[in-house]
């Protein structure tokens, strides 16, 4: 945990699996693409290597994940979409009952996953859960 209440929330543990993941996927599949002899020719090898590729942008995408608090808000950035929230529209901080992430329950009824804070990482997302409660209870 970061001695600044400001610091950005990130997933350790997430960001090494998938950006490991996502060169080992680019390596596989062009090593297969090259190896491969088919009667077609370079179509099916582009479509490997465009594959790999794929899987290596979701799997940046994934390792992106991050949550920004700052004085006015809360900038959160999930696997698809970007969201920012001011403070004062967050109730409550839910993190608990086995969920991999905190949830944000926000003030018109809807609620916000934070997927930058995952279970997996142990006594530090439970820590990182904290701080952002802590940063929802002073500043919302």
């Excluded at 940046?60 to 959160?76: H, K, M, N, Q, T």
């Excluded at 409550?92 to 009952?97: D, L």
């Excluded at 701080?131 to 002073?138: D, F, G, N, S, Y």
């Amino acid at each position: 945990m970061s001695d600044d209440p400001f610091a950005p929330f990130r997933s350790r543990r997430a960001r090494v699996v998938t950006l490991t993941l996502g060169a080992v996927a680019v390596l596989v599949f062009a090593a297969v693409g090259v190896g491969l002899y088919v009667a077609s020719g370079h179509p099916d090898r582009l479509l490997l290597a465009a594959f790999g590729l794929a899987v290596a942008a979701v799997c940046w995408r994934y390792a992106s994940i991050c949550a920004l608090p700052d004085r006015e808000g809360l900038v959160v950035r999930n696997l698809l979409l970007t969201r920012t929230v001011a403070w004062s529209a967050v109730e409550r901080v839910e993190y608990g009952g086995g969920t991999p992430w905190p949830t944000l329950v926000l003030d018109d009824g809807d609620t916000l996953a934070v997927m930058a804070i995952q279970r997996a990482d142990g006594a530090r997302a439970d820590a990182e859960a904290s701080r952002l409660a802590a940063l929802v209870h002073a500043l919302g």
